[in-house]
């Protein structure tokens, strides 16, 4: 039995989406679980930067910028010797410093947007939860529908049934779909924390998990359509892809290089 992209199996598919599902989700669970596994106020309310190192530390050196004093006027960081006192996640045990670390490195980890477990806070926001939460359906979706296509684009529209994007093909506004789609799905956070950060408005935990969710949901689907998108199971052959309105993949005489889809003309 042949699948609908033309190869005799979707494995190879399924196991990527696996990684993507298992990544995510589990690192998900274990930022629940950790903070709840813990001796209760073993992390106290935190406040650092997005995709810097702010709490390896607590002695004066690279990586304790999350607790060195800062001012409490609104800006990024507080004194953190009134919020709980200092915390490096370098002396915890080893999951959960990896736990903490990731979320230090990710996420600026502030406690007014964060939850809170057995009195300790979580090692990321509540955006970032919705974000976790959506890659890993994003997996769970390539992994019932999602097909290797050659490209990236066709491999993410693979997700959609095929009779409802035939004209897509027909106009060839592929990567409009696939990218324009994944687009609209980041449009939320980047809505919600966007006008946050100009603007007096202020989101709430709830409206950053829900935004956070389409957002992981496209990051989900991207990840497992640029993983799972490879010509070596079609014998690097673009005619042994089957898309859907009976397009053809051609690859430009002059360069070898496979460039936009043919369609078949209709009877």
């Given amino acids: ?41 073993t992390v106290p309310e935190l406040s650092g930067r ?3 190192i702010d709490y390896m530390s607590k002695d004066s050196s690279w990586g304790d910028w999350g ?42 980890q502030k406690h007014e947007r964060s939850w809170e477990i057995n009195g300790n806070q979580m090692p990321i926001c509540t955006r970032d939860v919705g974000i976790f939460a959506g890659i890993a359906v994003g997996g769970l979706i390539f992994r019932k529908r999602g097909l290797n296509r050659w490209t990236v684009r066709d491999t993410i529209i693979s997700v959609l049934p095929d009779n409802k994007v035939e004209q897509f093909y027909f106009t060839d506004r592929r990567f409009l779909l696939a990218f324009g789609g994944i ?13 946050q950060a100009i603007t007096d408005y202020e989101s ?23 993983f799972a998108a490879n010509p070596k199971p079609f014998d690097f052959n673009a005619e042994n892809v089957k898309l859907p309105a009976n397009a053809r993949l051609v690859a430009h005489e002059a360069s070898d290089v496979i460039e936009d889809s043919n369609i078949d003309e209709q009877e």
């Fill in 50 to 52: 997005a995709n810097a």
């Fill in 1 to 41: 039995m042949v699948e609908p992209n033309g190869l005799p199996d979707r494995f190879r598919e399924i196991r990527i989406s696996n990684w993507v599902i298992g990544l995510s989700f589990g690192y998900l669970l274990s930022s629940f679980l950790v903070p709840a596994l813990l001796p209760t106020d």
């Fill in 204 to 226: 709430t935990n709830l409206k950053r998990l829900l935004t956070g969710f389409p957002m992981g949901l496209g990051i989900g689907l991207l990840f497992s359509g640029v």
């Fill in 67 to 108: 607790n060195e004093p800062h001012p409490e006027d609104g800006s990024m960081g507080h004194d953190q010797s009134e919020h709980g006192g200092q915390f490096a996640w370098s002396e915890l045990d080893l999951f959960s410093a990896f736990i903490y670390a990731f979320g230090d490195i990710n996420c600026h």
């Fill in 183 to 195: 687009a609209l799905l980041l449009l939320p956070t980047a809505l919600d924390g966007g006008i």
